[in-house]
């Protein structure tokens, strides 16, 4: 993160650059470490607006980021900072989606989209 904002209406903002794996191909049959479509993010902006709460009714401060989209699909970013079970938790969840061309029966073409999701524990440095 490079930069936290907050606005006179209460909103907050945040940015930064990310730097990983995007899984941007289909889903894999068995487990790998590595596959074709694995795209290397170096220093990647993002900007990220203030969620109001997670979901999950445990309170924290929870910021959902985007990028530009990527060259085969997109990511997303959401940055968690504690809840009510473990206060001084933090964590990143990375989201890369894929879509791409299908065939049923061979002959029916369609479009579908592969979803993988990678969640960080964030610690101080």
Partial sequence: MTRATSA?????????????????????TEDANATDGDLQLDAVPFTGALQTGDGSGEGGI???????????????????FGSSKAPDSATATLVSKHSYQDTFAWIIPYE?????TDTFTLEKA
Avoid at 65 to 76: A, E, N
């Fill in 62 to 80: 929870v910021f959902v980021c985007t990028t530009q989209d990527t060259v085969g699909g997109s990511v997303s970013l959401l940055l968690s």
């Fill in 8 to 28: 006179e209406d209460g909103g907050a903002s945040i940015e930064g650059t990310l730097s990983g794996t995007a899984h941007l191909h289909p889903a894999l």
């Fill in 112 to 116: 579908r989209e592969a979803r993988f």
